[in-house]
């Protein structure tokens, strides 16, 4: 939680206004599953629930860091929002059409994503949908920094990224029905950084 409070309130929108790309591919296939309340945990400061929102979906989100929250609220007043972690999931009864998560999954250790896993599929309805955007395998930063588990490593102090190869990404969706998988390229402009892009992988799957 330090970590996030500090990055939001040092950085505001990280990542600018503009949803990641992701988010576009997910409303189209939202809309055309006839997805209309969607969870979205790790839902930072709202830049893709208020796109959702703007498409007239219900969406409820999830966020650790409270300054996010704050941003949020102002942004994207649309969105319902949960401060806490993911892992103390649900914090509400709430069955969901679907689920939205991006630059998230990929955040946790082995044990912690099985764990946040079983608790986003415990959220879904029946025949609800899951869409995840995780950190690929092909990207530039893969293998970079301190190795903690098998394509998991620490480029920076106390953030652990783990790399999802498609084998990878599906095994951790076995009790659902993958519907599509792919890889988008997402650009982004932030911090020391600046211009680059991310090769990312994505998975579409219902419960």
């Known amino acids: 939680m330090e970590y996030w409070d500090k990055r939001f309130l040092e950085g505001g929108k990280i ?15 939202f809309k055309l599953h006839n997805i209309n309340k969607i969870l979205v945990p790790g839902a930072g400061y709202g830049r893709n629930t208020k796109f959702f929102t703007d498409a007239n979906l219900e969406v409820v989100g999830i966020e650790i860091s409270e300054t996010a929250i704050n941003i949020a609220k102002k942004y994207n007043p649309k969105t319902q929002f949960f401060q806490g972690s993911v892992l103390d999931m649900p914090f509400d009864d709430e069955k969901y059409d679907g689920i939205y998560s991006c630059h998230f999954l990929h955040l946790f250790l082995e044990e912690e994503r099985i764990s946040f896993l079983k608790k986003c599929y415990e959220q879904l309805k029946t025949k609800g949908f899951a869409f995840f955007v995780v950190f690929s395998d092909k990207d530039s930063s893969f293998g970079k920094g301190k190795r903690v588990e098998k394509n998991t ?17 599906r095994a951790h969706f076995k009790e659902y029905s993958v519907i599509e998988t792919g890889i988008i390229e997402d650009a982004e402009n932030h ?3 600046g211009p680059h892009s991310h090769i ?5 799957a219902q419960k």
Do not use: C, N, Q
């Open 200 to 204: 990312l992988r994505y998975i579409f």
């Open 191 to 193: 911090g020391d950084l």
């Open 15 to 29: 990542w600018g206004d503009k949803p990641s790309m992701t988010a576009i591919h997910a409303l189209e296939l």
């Open 153 to 169: 490593y620490e480029s920076k102090p106390w953030r652990p990224v783990h790399y999802f190869t498609e084998p990878d990404l």
